[in-house]
């Protein structure tokens, strides 16, 4: 089944660019294989094979926030960062391997000084390389970012003005995003695309935080990702009285911010990147948590610490460290080859990460969410 899923990403790509209906049939027939590969490894686990698309890595575990829902700098990792020459070493074994896509980030990847080098390599190396970033260095570094040939970033979006610096734990921090965000802009349009990952968490919950979120994400371009607070990430928190995080009592007004999402998913489809089957799992994938019983995809990436550690995703299933061997010697293993099974049959924390591809690619689900109750 990857193979076939994979042959149908290459004919999509090779389309994409002369025609849209063409890139979109080919994402639905994705889309339905993905589906079918889910149902029948339900009943054939050994279906589940690991299948490296994306690795995501914390190139540093510094920041220069301390967010409320976070623990970089604040006891994880602290103080770890990946070497120039291993972070070199890891790019050509991503290469090597066929990885797709690559994620720099951290902690704060802008503070790393070799990211445009480590961008540059991973671009040459005809990998689609991206970097998360909380902005605050935007108009310091985006110039040297783009030079290096990198033409997508995301930003978290946790509140507007004082909302949000109360969040990261500093004074006028919202004013140095909106200041970097413009700055790309303003120096480079549109050749850079720009992703806002909204966290939705109990303090953003309503509709007045979720409207001036959009205000922003219409006034410079950038379409809106929607993220939902954690319960399971080793580096998350839910607030030191659980304040982060969601009740059953909250449903309705989750329930309202739904509604206006899938509104705007209507009449601007391309400024929301969830889908509407996704958009409508939400008031069960942040109430429900664990008990959400939605095989997990994450076979399909690796996550790499600022320490090294190499893991199958963001919160367990081990596989080694990058000081004790080379990527390509730790992918494909047995050890892997189980840790992807195990992730699909949810023997881990089962968080939400990736809720929305989980949900589309699981046929109870789509069932469940595919259409307005």
């Not at 480590?118 to 909380?134: C, F, K, L, P, Q």
């Not at 969040?167 to 921090?173: K, L, P």
Request: hydrophobic share 40%; glycine share 8%.
């Amino acid at each position: 089944m990857n193979k076939l899923t994979e042959l149908a990403y290459r004919m999509g790509s090779q389309l994409a660019a002369h025609s849209g209906v063409a890139r979109a049939t080919l994402q639905s027939m994705r889309g339905a294989l993905h589906v079918a590969h889910h149902a029948a490894a339900a009943r054939m686990p050994m279906l589940i094979r690991p299948h490296t698309v994306n690795v995501t890595v914390a190139v540093t575990a510094r920041c220069n926030q301390r967010c409320a829902g976070c623990l970089y700098e604040r006891g994880f990792m602290a103080g770890q960062q990946l070497s120039r020459a291993m972070l070199e070493q890891l790019v050509d074994d991503a290469a090597v391997l066929h990885v797709r896509s690559l994620r720099l980030y951290g902690g704060e990847p802008l503070l790393h000084p070799d990211l445009p080098h480590v961008v540059e390599r991973a671009v040459r190396a005809g990998i689609g390389t991206y970097v998360t970033t909380n902005g605050l260095l935007l108009a310091e570094r985006i110039d040297e970012l783009v030079q290096a040939g990198l033409e997508l970033l995301t930003f978290g979006y946790y509140g507007t003005g004082r909302a949000y610096d109360e969040y990261v734990g500093r004074a006028g921090n919202f004013a140095r995003l909106e200041r970097g965000i413009a700055a790309v802009r303003e120096r480079h349009g549109s050749k850079v695309r720009l992703r806002m990952n909204w966290l939705l968490m109990r303090p953003s919950c309503s509709l007045e935080a979720l409207q001036q979120a959009w205000q922003f994400a219409l006034r410079y371009d950038t379409p809106m990702q929607v993220d939902l607070v954690h319960y399971s990430l080793p580096y998350f928190t839910e607030g030191a009285e659980r304040e982060l995080q969601f009740t059953p009592e909250d449903r309705p007004r989750i329930e309202r911010v739904v509604e206006q999402l899938l509104a705007w998913k209507r009449s601007h489809p391309a400024m929301i990147e969830n889908s509407e089957i996704g958009l409508r799992a939400i008031p069960d994938w942040l109430l429900r948590g664990a008990d959400m019983r939605v095989p997990c995809d994450k076979y399909r990436m690796v996550w790499i610490g600022a320490d090294g550690t190499v893991q199958l995703c963001y919160v367990t299933f081990h596989l080694g460290n990058l000081h004790q061997h080379r990527l390509r010697e730790l992918l494909y293993t047995e050890t892997h080859e189980q840790a992807a099974r195990d992730a699909f049959n949810l023997r881990c924390p089962n968080c939400h990460c990736g809720f929305d591809e989980r949900t589309r690619k699981h046929l109870p689900s789509r069932l469940r969410y595919g259409s307005p109750s």
